[in-house]
């Protein structure tokens, strides 16, 4: 039957991720079509890989040619409320300071040995953004794309775990229990000038962003705009669900036993918990910095949210804001990096291909 130990453990992998999908509730729109493309493609002589294949067609036409991560992109852009940032433009660094973990991680798994390209790709996954590295991973290691995007979205899920600790040591519990002011009213013209200006600003200093960076923000116009309800509710769901589905199915698929069981994978998964730390340790340190400087205080929690889980992340931090002082909400507040955070890793993505490349 051609059927290798390798092929079984890779279906236990697979059930493993259906497993915490389905019963643990972690990520399931990625998780389940991920985990059983890794189950179906680890099927001898079935020929879905083969050139003209099923899993040969969504990998090719939709990954590697770089179609599909920036579509999630448009879909994000369109759910996606910029308010926060454009209320309290200080986010924007702490979104930025995030950033951290992509290079702790990057410098860390040089060490180990990997080449430049996975390294960038190994990363990424400090971006906790899931879309970027497999953009990213496409460009630069598309034979390190599955062990990636299973540990971004892994980690992403466990957000609620890694956050806590990290910024509990690194702040006091009064510096928890800060309250905010209340931000600003934004008005309609700040929201639409917003995606075009950030557009220019980015794409002009960091060119090969430009796919993911292009489409979020052209979701997020649809949005604002107020005049395009029909392209707006197709980016977010329609259009949304059919390119999820042939994501998770598309990067599953290059999850095969010869490709998967390596010692670069367990790497992958070791620097990837480093990365996430880096990330939240740096949003809460710049956040503490920013308050030896500025005038309106920020709780440093908030910087955690740089991560760019969206918006998992800050509601953690919102959680843990209220855990210190009932009267804090942080939560919009914390939105203000967060998704500053999705912005900050496009640019380290495509600062890491102009480099690369």
Same mark, same amino acid.
């Given at each position: 039957?051609?059927?290798?130990?390798?092929?079984?453990?890779?279906?236990?992998?697979?059930?493993?991720?259906?497993?915490?999908?389905?019963?643990?509730?972690?990520?399931?729109?990625? *998780?389940?079509?991920?985990?059983?493309?890794?189950?179906?493609?680890?099927?001898? *002589?079935?020929?879905?890989?083969?050139?003209?294949? *099923?899993?040969?067609?969504?990998?090719?036409?939709?990954?590697?040619?770089?179609?599909?991560?920036?579509?999630?992109?448009?879909?994000?852009?369109?759910?996606?409320?910029?308010?926060?940032?454009?209320?309290?433009?200080?986010?924007?660094?702490?979104?930025?300071?995030?950033?951290?973990?992509?290079?702790?991680?990057?410098?860390?798994?040089?060490?180990?040995?990997?080449?430049?390209?996975?390294?960038?790709?190994?990363?990424?996954?400090?971006?906790?953004?899931?879309?970027?590295?497999?953009?990213?991973?496409?460009?630069?290691?598309?034979?390190?794309?599955?062990?990636?995007?299973?540990?971004?979205?892994?980690?992403?899920?466990?957000?609620?775990?890694?956050?806590?600790?990290?910024?509990?040591?690194?702040?006091?519990?009064?510096?928890?229990?800060?309250?905010?002011?209340?931000?600003?009213?934004?008005?309609?013209?700040?929201?639409?000038?917003?995606?075009?200006?950030?557009?220019?600003?980015?794409?002009?200093?960091?060119?090969?962003?430009?796919?993911?960076?292009?489409?979020?923000?052209?979701?997020?116009?649809?949005?604002?705009?107020?005049?395009?309800?029909?392209?707006?509710?197709?980016?977010?769901?329609?259009?949304?669900?059919?390119?999820?589905?042939?994501?998770?199915?598309?990067?599953?698929?290059?999850?095969?036993?010869?490709?998967?069981?390596?010692?670069?994978?367990?790497?992958?998964?070791?620097?990837?918990?480093?990365?996430?730390?880096?990330?939240?340790?740096?949003?809460?340190?710049?956040?503490?910095?920013?308050?030896?400087?500025?005038?309106?205080?920020?709780?440093?929690?908030?910087?955690?949210?740089?991560?760019?889980?969206?918006?998992?992340?800050?509601?953690?931090?919102?959680?843990?804001?209220?855990?210190?002082?009932?009267?804090?909400?942080?939560?919009?507040?914390?939105?203000?990096?967060?998704?500053?955070?999705?912005?900050?890793?496009?640019?380290?993505?495509?600062?890491?291909?102009?480099?690369?490349?």
């Amino acid at each position: 039957m051609h059927l290798t130990l390798g092929n079984v453990v890779m279906w236990l992998i697979a059930f493993a991720l259906f497993y915490l999908a389905i019963v643990k509730g972690v990520e399931p729109l990625l *998780l389940v079509p991920i985990g059983f493309g890794i189950f179906a493609a680890n099927f001898p *002589l079935t020929g879905l890989l083969d050139e003209g294949g *099923l899993f040969y067609i969504f990998y090719h036409y939709g990954i590697e040619t770089e179609l599909i991560p920036p579509l999630i992109f448009l879909g994000l852009g369109a759910m996606t409320d910029f308010g926060p940032v454009i209320a309290n433009p200080k986010t924007l660094l702490l979104g930025a300071a995030a950033q951290l973990g992509v290079y702790a991680a990057f410098f860390g798994a040089l060490l180990m040995g990997f080449t430049i390209s996975e390294a960038a790709c190994i990363g990424i996954i400090g971006g906790a953004d899931g879309p970027t590295s497999i953009f990213l991973s496409a460009n630069l290691a598309p034979h390190m794309m599955g062990a990636v995007s299973v540990a971004a979205y892994s980690y992403m899920a466990l957000v609620p775990i890694i956050i806590p600790p990290i910024a509990k040591l690194l702040t006091t519990r009064q510096e928890r229990a800060m309250v905010m002011t209340q931000m600003r009213m934004v008005g309609k013209t700040e929201k639409i000038v917003f995606p075009l200006l950030t557009s220019i600003v980015v794409m002009l200093l960091v060119p090969k962003s430009a796919p993911l960076i292009a489409m979020f923000m052209l979701g997020n116009l649809f949005m604002e705009s107020g005049v395009v309800e029909r392209l707006t509710n197709v980016s977010r769901n329609e259009l949304m669900n059919i390119v999820t589905i042939l994501l998770g199915v598309g990067v599953g698929s290059t999850m095969t036993a010869q490709v998967f069981l390596t010692w670069k994978t367990i790497g992958v998964f070791i620097m990837g918990v480093v990365a996430f730390a880096f990330a939240t340790a740096g949003g809460v340190l710049i956040a503490k910095l920013m308050n030896l400087f500025t005038k309106n205080k920020v709780n440093p929690l908030i910087g955690a949210a740089g991560v760019s889980a969206v918006p998992m992340a800050a509601r953690v931090v919102h959680n843990m804001g209220t855990e210190a002082n009932p009267q804090s909400y942080l939560l919009m507040h914390a939105m203000g990096p967060n998704v500053a955070g999705v912005i900050g890793t496009a640019v380290a993505a495509g600062a890491f291909i102009a480099a690369i490349k």
